[in-house]
């Protein structure tokens, strides 16, 4: 899933574009503590109003647990607080990353979805 699209982010070292409706968010770069206020932000805009967000992790160098739990917390609220349920699609993850979600238990959220 090769994505291009408006650029939602851009901090040097993590670049976030968003395109299409449902949203597919392309990540490229590094997801850790340092990039986690500007990616929470660029996530809650794309996911604002959709019940569905892709992420494609294909251009992803670097994710610690700050970054991943930054992406699994859409499924959650909307910025209004708003309890619901979104779909979630992760798409190009490392299997490094997938074992991470697993053993964490994170791969049993609901509504999160890893396109294999």
Not at 89 to 112: F, K, N, Y
């Amino acid at each position: 899933m090769m994505v291009s699209g408006r650029a939602v982010y851009d901090d040097g070292t993590l670049r976030i574009t968003c395109s299409g409706s449902p949203p597919v968010v392309a990540l490229h770069g590094d997801l850790d503590e340092a990039s986690r206020p500007g990616l929470v932000r660029a996530v809650e805009e794309a996911a604002d109003g959709h019940s569905e967000v892709h992420f494609d992790f294909a251009g992803v160098d670097y994710c610690d647990l700050a970054g991943l739990r930054a992406i699994i917390s859409v499924t959650g609220t909307d910025r209004d607080g708003t309890a619901r349920l979104r779909r979630v699609v992760l798409h190009q993850m490392a299997p490094e990353l997938s074992r991470v979600l697993r053993i964490l238990g994170w791969d049993s959220t609901p509504g999160l979805t890893l396109d294999r």
